[in-house]
């Protein structure tokens, strides 16, 4: 597939992730009308005013992850539910949480009728899900103003975890957690990213 190609032009080498993304039909999680620009390296509109990233960034943040198959992956912002879709594809047991009510009623049977079975849930990405964690990886998929604390204490010790932080612009922050203490933290950036904002903290029930 071309898009694979370009996505190992600009130095994408995990083969894990360049084959998952090879598998996932991405022009299936767009409106029809947008068809024709599915595989183009760009992030498209998707409803309640976000967006899918484009591949690159769903490439880059999924071999930031450096998940190995069976692990428990929480992603934050689960939107159309491509990227959920990839980590499927890479064998992970994925937790998917999202705030947008219309967008978790399209994304959970779409990923069903797709024969992708992660565990969806409607919720507030800024608790997370304590009560299936901890997590060996943690995936947000929205940009943050700061490194939201109750995700980072649902990581094990040893997990990572991939995420946007900034208001206008974001940085890449890739985070090792080595220990329990607040310094037992390993930041690694990226270089600067834009994503759609993570909302604000909502009190949803668990679907």
Known sequence: MEMVKKLGEKGISDQRVLTAMSSVPRHLFLETMLDYMAYEDRALPIK???????PSTVAFQSELLD??????????G???????????AMGLKVYTIER?????????????KLHY?????LGDGYKGLPEYGPFD??????GAPEVPEELLSQLKVGGVMVV????????????????????????????NCNFVPMLGKLDYGKL
């Open 117 to 121: 079975r992660p565990k969806c849930f």
């Open 100 to 112: 947008q009510k219309e967008l978790y009623d399209i994304t959970k049977p779409r990923l069903e």
């Open 137 to 142: 990886r943690i995936l947000v998929t929205c």
């Open 67 to 76: 998940a190995s198959p069976e692990m428990k992956v929480l992603e934050v």
């Open 48 to 54: 309640c005013g976000q967006t899918i990233s484009q």
């Open 164 to 191: 946007p932080v900034g208001n206008e612009q974001q940085e890449m922050l890739r985070i090792v957690k080595m220990g329990e203490k607040p310094s037992d933290i390993l930041q690694q950036r990226y270089g």
């Open 78 to 88: 689960t939107g159309s539910g491509y990227q959920t879709a990839v980590l499927c």
